[in-house]
């Protein structure tokens, strides 16, 4: 039980440092696209990105070691790794990747946003913070959250259960599409197609990463973000 217990708490730490990782592959992204002012330096970006993550995901990692335990939820589940993790990854993050390509060619061609595309190097370390980080925040924290607060007011039953980790997975992936938003802004003038496109673009994966977290674990829901994120900025075409 003890040797069980501090490898989940290795897992928690290795998470924690591989999101101050996945914050520091952010930077050239940022520095590229002129989210940040230009009198910010990258060393200085570097800096406040490395105390920001450190603090946040420090926090976000124990509080979600200590909630997790609480729920029915599995989110490392590591047997048969090709067929839980790699397979259903890659192949998801493929076709939610191509799903956004159509749709941000057809619904979204007018957008000042669609025709935004880093160089591939810095799409490709950027898609690091989306699979680590945001997974780390949306799934493995606030989905595991959601669900433990619905399970402390109604009681899960073999019949109802479902309804609450779709309940939940609505939820996060509209945050989820709301948190693209400030970002968004900066590189586009706010408006109702801007914001149309941000919340469905990324409702779409959010709802994808979601089902993934609760059915197969977190590792196969980051395989899939990556691989989308991959497509999506780093890839073109």
């Known amino acids: 039980m003890a040797k ?83 397979l259903p990854g890659v192949i998801c993050g493929v076709v939610v990747g191509l799903i956004i390509h159509f749709f941000d060619a057809t619904l979204f061609q007018n957008s000042a946003l669609s025709g935004l595309h880093p160089p591939f190097w810095i799409g490709f370390c950027a898609s690091f913070f989306g699979g680590i980080n945001e997974e780390v925040m949306l799934r493995l924290f606030f989905f595991t959250f959601v669900y433990f607060l619905f399970g402390k007011i109604f009681r899960f039953t073999s019949q109802n259960r479902l309804g609450f980790l779709w309940t939940t997975n609505v939820i996060v992936a509209l945050v989820f599409g709301l948190g693209h938003l400030p970002a968004a802004f900066s590189l586009a003038e706010p408006s109702s197609l801007e914001i149309n496109r941000v919340l469905f673009l990324n409702g779409i994966p959010g709802i994808v990463f979601g089902c993934l977290y609760w059915s197969r674990g977190l590792w196969t829901a980051m395989a899939a973000h990556f691989v989308t994120d991959l497509m999506v900025h780093a890839l073109r075409f």
């Open 4 to 86: 069980s217990e501090g490898r989940k708490r290795r897992i928690y730490v290795v998470l924690w440092l591989l999101c101050i990782l996945g914050s520091w592959l952010l930077v050239p992204y940022v520095l590229h696209m002129g989210i940040v002012p230009a009198e910010v330096s990258a060393a200085k970006l570097l800096g406040l990105l490395t105390l920001q993550s450190a603090l946040l995901f420090g926090i976000l990692c124990w509080l979600s070691s200590l909630i997790v335990p609480r729920t029915d939820l599995s989110p490392f589940k590591t047997e048969s790794p090709v067929k839980r993790i790699v």
